[in-house]
């Protein structure tokens, strides 16, 4: 059973920077489709982030991003340890929101690519960091 598990949260200032982590326990590290989302009170939850990856041999991560968190946002995953992260720069009071990390079943670079930003492509989500920005 696949275990998502994220961290980092916490209330900070505008202008701050802060580093989300998503550790992924019983998840397939050998190709990875894996996002970030979030919700505002009051809002839908939205695609951040996403990162396709993995598959042996010479390979590289393929990132997306909303276009509201390009330049500030980094996803990225470390697949020695399992954890995703979610570097967040030049924070903003927009960005308070309930962060969520997410993992594919359906994991090709047919599918996963376009579909990065929609709930329904994942199948397993944590149970979500705070992240309140505030001066």
């Known amino acids: 059973e696949v275990q998502l598990v994220e961290a980092g949260g916490g209330l900070l200032q505008p202008g701050g920077s802060l580093r989300l982590s998503c550790a992924a326990a019983?998840?397939?590290?050998?190709?990875?489709?894996m996002g970030w989302f979030r919700q505002a009170p009051g809002k839908e939850r939205e695609g951040v982030a996403g990162i396709f990856g993995g598959g042996g041999g010479n390979y590289y991560d393929v990132t997306r991003y909303a276009d509201s968190v390009k330049g500030r946002f980094t996803i990225s995953y470390d697949k020695a340890k399992n954890i995703m992260y979610l570097q967040i720069d030049s924070l903003k009071p927009e960005d308070t929101a309930m962060y969520y990390c997410a993992a594919a079943v359906r994991c090709d670079t047919l599918s996963y690519p376009p579909n990065w930003n929609f709930a329904s492509t994942y199948a397993y989500w944590g149970q979500g960091t705070q992240v309140t920005v505030s001066s």
């Open positions: 019983g998840y397939n590290t050998n190709r990875y489709c």
